[in-house]
């Protein structure tokens, strides 16, 4: 199984440039997340989703946004990039929720750099 | 509202030699707990989990953790670390109201030979 995979594996953005950054999972699973990660700051929520068609904010929603038109992928869109959304992107989707089975399975990431 | 607090940012162990991360949390009600390993340029992978019952549980690649109420603690060990062992890694608790893991701020392991 591939498992959690994300597009592309590294990026470097203009400030005021978009992009989307692409998670797909072959798991069939209901959950996805999008989480960043910037150093000594553990990984924070930006968007979830626990179904086709239906998302919801988390942490730090702002500066994205997401769509859920499939179980298997779950974009996230960066409009206006800014030197604060450098950061690593991960994707990550779970059965469930991530009490249940086996938990959250995590991508490798995106890095993202913004100048 | 629930948290996890990670005290330490790096510890070295020697190859061979025990290790203990520690992981506080802040929760009202039985916590769901969890432990994940990130190693360079990966994903995170779930090592082991707590929900109730045996306050030991055990998880992936010889880890450990003892869910302490009493000092609202989480802690990771093993009795022998392996130089694959070099990782991050990442305490989080589950937030029920808001359906979302909560992470720490992780510890990086550095193993010495």
């Known amino acids: 199984n591939a498992g959690v995979t994300q597009t592309p594996k590294f990026r470097i953005l203009k400030i005021g440039q978009s992009m989307t950054l692409q998670c797909t999972q072959d798991?069939?699973?209901?959950?996805m997340y999008w989480y960043r990660q910037d150093p000594g700051m553990g990984l924070k929520l930006i968007y979830y989703?626990?179904?086709?068609?239906?998302?919801d904010k988390g942490e730090v929603p702002n500066g994205y946004n997401v769509s859920r038109s499939t179980t298997e992928d779950f974009p996230l869109r960066l409009e206006l990039a800014a030197p604060s959304q450098t950061s690593v992107y991960f994707c990550?989707?779970?059965?469930?929720?991530?009490?249940?089975?086996?938990?959250?399975?995590f991508g490798q990431g995106t890095r993202l750099t913004v100048v | 509202a629930q948290s996890v607090t990670q005290p330490d940012i790096h510890i070295t162990v020697s190859e061979g030699a025990s290790l203990e991360l520690r992981c506080n949390y802040s929760?009202?009600?039985?916590?769901?707990l969890f432990w994940y390993v990130q190693s360079p340029g990966q994903g995170l992978q779930l090592l082991l989990k707590?929900?109730?019952?045996?306050?030991l549980v055990q998880g992936i690649k010889g880890f450990e953790a003892e869910f302490k109420r009493s000092q609202s603690s989480f802690n990771l060990r093993k009795p022998s670390v392996h130089w694959s062992d070099a990782a991050e890694y990442f305490c989080?608790?589950?937030?029920?109201?808001?359906?979302?893991?909560?992470f720490g701020t992780g510890t990086r392991l550095l193993v010495s030979p």
């Open positions: 990550a989707s779970s059965y469930s929720d991530p009490t249940g089975g086996r938990g959250a399975f």
């Open positions: 798991m069939n699973h209901n959950y």
């Open positions: 989703s626990v179904g086709a068609g239906i998302t």
């Open positions: 929760y009202g009600a039985t916590p769901y």
């Open positions: 707590y929900f109730s019952g045996d306050t």
């Open positions: 989080a608790v589950y937030n029920t109201g808001f359906q979302k893991l909560v």
